[in-house]
């Protein structure tokens, strides 16, 4: 369900997503994701949010955050990508518009959801098939909450909040691929 413009106040968490348009790629090249990723990070500074889980991929992303101050956290989307967007544009000698509609939105208000996101989003690499072990996709804060090296965009507090329910974050992640594959073996079956 979207959240109301109200709903965004400081303190609470959001999954804020979306996806190119006519599936298209919102990011062909390690330069556009690190392009992106600069401008994002630089606006932080001026519309304080704490990324809880974060996901780049070649057309579409997750974000998982906390608003920390009073401007509304979508505002940092907003900012980021618009001149993302020209860029692109110009780059690939395209025109219109790169998203396939409004920014997605959810107010995360459950701990068990936290986790389960968290998961979620970190996962999709393996999900696409873009890599076998996720220390090897470099657009996400994977290596952060697996405590496997240093990530963008990590922030330990909330990998410390969590500790008991993701104390071996890699052995999380291998029970949610072997959960996803039994769920799309046990679909097949009843299909």
């Known amino acids: 369900m979207r959240c109301k413009q109200e709903e965004f106040v400081k303190d609470e968490f959001f999954h804020i997503y979306n996806r190119a348009v006519n599936q298209e790629l919102l990011f062909n090249e390690n330069e556009d994701y690190e392009y992106f990723l600069s401008r994002f990070e630089n606006k932080l500074t001026e519309i304080p949010a704490s990324i809880v889980a974060f996901c780049l991929m070649p057309n579409h992303f997750h974000f998982f955050l906390r608003q920390d101050g009073n401007i509304p956290v979508f505002k940092l989307f907003d900012s980021s990508f618009r001149p993302y967007v020209l860029h692109f544009n110009s780059k690939y000698k395209r025109k ?96």
Do not use: M
């Open 96 to 191: 219109g518009t790169l998203f396939q509609g409004p920014l997605q939105h959810i107010r995360v208000k459950s701990n068990n959801y936290f986790v389960q996101l968290c998961k979620y989003i970190h996962f999709n690499p393996i999900k696409a098939g873009l890599v076998k072990d996720l220390v090897d996709w470099k657009y996400s804060n994977y290596l952060g909450w697996s405590g496997k090296g240093k990530s963008r965009l990590f922030f330990p507090e909330f990998k410390e909040i969590f500790a008991d329910e993701l104390e071996n974050y890699e052995q999380t992640i291998r029970e949610y691929e072997e959960y996803i594959e039994e769920k799309e073996f046990n679909k097949l079956l009843f299909e």
